[in-house]
Antibody, heavy 120, light 109 residues
Framework: QVQLQESGPGVVKPSETLSLTCTVS??????????WGWIRQPPGKGLEWIGH???????YYNPSLKSRVTISVDTSKNQFSLTLSSVTAADTAVYYC????????????WGQGTLVTVSS | QSALTQPASMSGSPGQSITISCTGT?????????VSWYQHHPGKAPKLMIY???NRPSGVSNRFSGSKSGNTASLTISGLQAEDEADYYC??????????FGGGTKLTV
């Protein structure tokens, strides 16, 4: 059974760059059947899709975040990463990484989530 | 892209049935059968309950069912149980090759 685990700083200063890594275990990130994605949930709000990546490096981003987001993959470490630049308080959220079915567009495995607070 | 529209909250008594709606547009829910539903207990990872409008993953109770008509998808929970109390989110693929979630529905049992 695949497992995903987010890691990264819990606090980021305004205007700086948020960086998170998702480590995948129990399965290969190079599988041809899945994308690997990031979703966030601001306090008291709903889920927001950030984007996802295929092991080959193809990426898809939320248009509202596209100018600030980069998702990358490291197949040698079975990891994928999120960077979000020029953060503000509005980027404070629980960030989840998840595995995304390639054909039917649903997330079937999720990490536990990590809270990132943007504060000076 | 705009979030799919869900009722903010719903409630039901144990044993009852409830249906949560998820309204999108002809660019997402209305054009694809790639609608999925997630159950989210605060502090835990979201859990896939329904995919492709009406399919249940292995291990999900058959009390959960999904359907779609036009631009609106629905999640029905029958025989409500206390453990069903959670937030529920719908999601859809879009014609822009992106994904969009609903605003979420807080279910109280």
């Amino acid at each position: 059974q695949v497992q995903l685990q987010e890691s990264g700083p819990g606090v980021v200063k305004p205007s700086e760059t948020l960086s998170l890594t998702c480590t995948v275990s129990g399965g290969s990130i190079s599988s041809s059947s899945y994308y690997w994605g990031w979703i966030r949930q601001p306090p008291g709000k709903g889920l927001e899709w950030i984007g996802h990546i295929y092991y080959s490096g193809n990426t898809y981003y939320n248009p509202s975040l596209k100018s600030r987001v980069t998702i990358s993959v490291d197949t040698s470490k079975n990891q994928f990463s999120l960077t979000l630049s020029s953060v503000t308080a509005a980027d404070t959220a629980v960030y989840y990484c998840a595995r995304h079915n390639l054909v039917d567009y649903y997330f079937d495995s999720w990490g536990q989530g990590t809270l990132v607070t943007v504060s000076s | 892209q705009s979030a799919l529209t869900q009722p903010a909250s719903m409630s039901g008594s144990p044993g009852q049935s409830i249906t949560i709606s998820c309204t999108g547009t002809s660019s997402d829910v209305g054009v694809y059968n790639y609608v999925s539903w997630y159950q989210h207990h605060p502090g835990k990872a979201p859990k896939l309950m329904i995919y492709d409008v009406s399919n249940r993953p292995s291990g999900v109770s058959n009390r959960f069912s999904g359907s779609k008509s036009g631009n609106t998808a629905s999640l029905t929970i029958s025989g409500l149980q206390a453990e069903d109390e959670a937030d529920y989110y719908c999601s859809s693929y879009t014609t822009s090759s992106t994904l969009v979630f609903g605003g979420g529905t807080k279910l109280t049992v």
